[in-house]
């Protein structure tokens, strides 16, 4: 493929011979970064440059509405366990990385001890072992709990006394936070830049044009999401949209004003994850009856936070997976729409993160405050069912009710598709199957609203779609050419999984893998 950048005022850029949905010979106009026109082929405007698509379906491009972009290009770039089988699999590549990478901290993430023959996760001694004296942070897939080496806990002064710790470096709720802090603090300005254009490289093949970045002083760091948005800013790509989690009484909401962010949540960590025991429950764990999880903050922060959120008209988030931190939250969401008046509540479209434990009067509540759902349909593939991690942590019967897709969507609740990757890896397409496919076939959503909530729903919970859709004329020509003929009906029923072949962000290319289609100016136009 051949491509003639000309970012000049003026140019026009002709999409020609696409399939758009399932109706094929049609042409899309672009002009200053946006859809001017559409129609049949025949009928087609002039234009400076033209893509040829061969005949190719073109949709939007997908919005990955749940992203942490440094750690994900860590795990792209470096130690990856996801596929690891066993203790002693995980310890082999660790052992490998050391011997590779000789200098600074080892940092890892995906193991899950789930189904491991051992039974049991990695420890600081398994650490040791193979590292010797080298700083090692290595984060359970749920990234809500790690094991770390000596090297690293002498490194963070007091952190045996804080909850969560363990002798053996399996660490939890606060001494993980501060664990995590120590471990991404030790990257370099070099390291995270490369590992976020790794991230932002990956997406754009994906067909991914934005990213919703959710940044905050446990995740990451003010530093990691300045550097990022700086460089989202000067190297085409997918759009990065910033979030930061940090509660408005510790001053969160002064960052979310400097940088111009979408929004002050997103991970704020009001609970934990099931994998790691950490998420709040209203009734305890089936496979550790003593304990139910824990809520990280006093409803009246969580009141506080909504109230100046939404009396400045910035977008609230917040991180709840066990059913006993989504009822919290929507308390105090309830308390400010009593005081302030649902009006302004719904204009903020306060986002939950990784909803996955709603009751009926959550939906209910969630649909009336235009409270968004951002949803990871991965963690059902690979934790749900009647058998998997959530049936071991929560018992069969709970288990099946989460992530009641379909429920929410036929309730009027917005939905938002996110991979939180490096959580589960970024893969659009194969989000929208998980939907589609849930392992309880009742809460499975239809095939184009899957779609339309991992493209147009992420525009939606970011309270910046167009009006009549993401391929209206006067919508930005975020747009994705797939490697297939067949139409989006189609492709969704085959679960096909078609290559990216040209990506457009803001009307420019930013990814042009090998293929059929070719970008040149055409003497006819």
């Known amino acids: 493929m051949r491509i003639e950048r000309d970012t000049g005022a003026g140019t026009r850029l002709l999409l020609a011979d696409v399939r758009v949905g399932d109706r094929a010979g049609r042409s899309l106009l672009v002009v200053h970064g946006r859809i001017a026109w559409t129609g049949d082929d025949a009928d087609a405007p002039p234009a400076d440059r033209v893509v040829d698509g061969g005949g190719a379906l073109l949709t939007p491009a997908f919005v990955d509405a749940h992203v942490h972009a440094t750690a994900t290009g860590l795990a792209l770039t470096g130690l990856d366990l996801h596929s690891s089988s066993s203790v002693a699999h995980a310890l082999s590549s660790v052992r490998a990385h050391v011997a590779t990478s000789p200098d600074g901290i080892v940092l890892g993430t995906?193991?899950?001890?789930?189904?491991?023959?051992?039974?049991?996760?990695?420890?600081?001694?398994?650490?040791?072992?193979?590292?010797?004296?080298?700083?090692?942070?290595?984060?359970?897939?749920?990234?809500?709990?790690?094991?770390?080496?000596?090297?690293?806990?002498?490194?963070?002064?007091?952190?045996?006394?804080?909850?969560?710790?363990?002798?053996?470096?399996?660490?939890?709720?606060?001494?993980?936070?501060?664990?995590?802090?120590?471990?991404?603090g030790a990257v370099g300005t070099a390291q995270r830049r490369t590992a976020?254009?790794?991230?932002?490289?990956?997406?754009?093949?994906?067909?991914?044009?934005?990213?919703?970045?959710?940044?905050?002083?446990?995740?990451?760091?003010?530093?990691?999401?300045?550097?990022?948005?700086?460089?989202?800013?000067?190297?085409?790509?997918?759009?990065?949209?910033?979030?930061?989690?940090?509660?408005?009484e510790r001053g969160g909401l002064d960052l979310v004003r400097e940088l111009g962010l979408a929004g002050a949540g997103g991970d704020l960590f009001c609970d934990g994850a099931l994998g790691s025991h950490t998420a709040a429950l209203s009734t305890p764990y089936t496979d550790r009856p003593e304990t139910s999880g824990a809520l990280r903050f006093e409803t009246a922060s969580l009141v506080e936070h909504v109230r100046a959120c939404t009396i400045a008209g910035i977008q609230a988030g917040f991180h709840v997976i066990g059913d006993a931190a989504v009822e919290q939250v929507l308390d105090a969401v309830g308390t400010v729409v009593a005081e302030l008046g649902v009006a302004a509540v719904r204009a903020c479209r306060h986002r939950l993160e990784h909803l996955e434990m709603p009751s009926a009067e959550v939906i209910d509540r969630m649909r009336d405050w235009h409270v968004v759902a951002s949803v990871q349909p991965a963690f059902d593939a690979a934790w749900g069912g009647d058998a998997g991690m959530y049936a071991e942590r929560l018992g069969r019967e709970r288990a099946l009710a989460t992530n009641p897709l379909a429920e929410l969507a036929d309730g009027g609740v917005a939905l938002a598709l996110g991979s939180d990757a490096p959580v589960t890896p970024l893969d659009p397409w194969g989000g929208v199957h998980a939907a589609v496919d849930h392992r309880t076939p009742a809460s499975g959503l239809r095939p184009f609203d899957a779609f339309d909530a991992a493209t147009h729903g992420g525009w939606y919970a970011a309270r910046a779609e167009h009006p009549t859709g993401p391929l209206a004329v006067g919508a930005p020509a975020d747009l994705a050419l797939w490697a297939t003929e067949e139409g989006l009906s189609r492709v969704l029923a085959d679960r096909g999984r078609p290559a990216c072949q040209l990506l457009l962000v803001g009307g420019e290319p930013v990814s042009a893998p090998a293929g059929p289609a070719d970008l040149t100016p055409r003497d006819d136009q």
Do not use: C, N
């Not at 770390?148 to 710790?165: E, H, K, N, Q």
């Not at 994906?206 to 989202?232: F, Q, T």
């Not at 910033?242 to 408005?248: D, I, K, S, T, V």
């Open 196 to 248: 976020q254009q790794a991230t932002r490289a990956a997406a754009a093949a994906l067909g991914i044009g934005s990213l919703h970045e959710m940044a905050g002083p446990e995740v990451s760091s003010a530093d990691d999401l300045r550097e990022l948005l700086a460089l989202a800013a000067a190297v085409p790509g997918p759009r990065v949209l910033g979030y930061w989690g940090e509660l408005a």
């Open 110 to 184: 995906g193991w899950d001890e789930t189904g491991w023959p051992e039974r049991r996760g990695l420890t600081r001694d398994d650490l040791d072992a193979v590292a010797g004296d080298r700083p090692v942070y290595l984060a359970r897939v749920d990234v809500h709990s790690a094991t770390v080496s000596t090297a690293l806990l002498d490194r963070i002064p007091g952190i045996a006394g804080l909850p969560g710790f363990s002798a053996d470096g399996q660490l939890r709720l606060d001494a993980h936070h501060a664990a995590r802090k120590a471990a991404y």
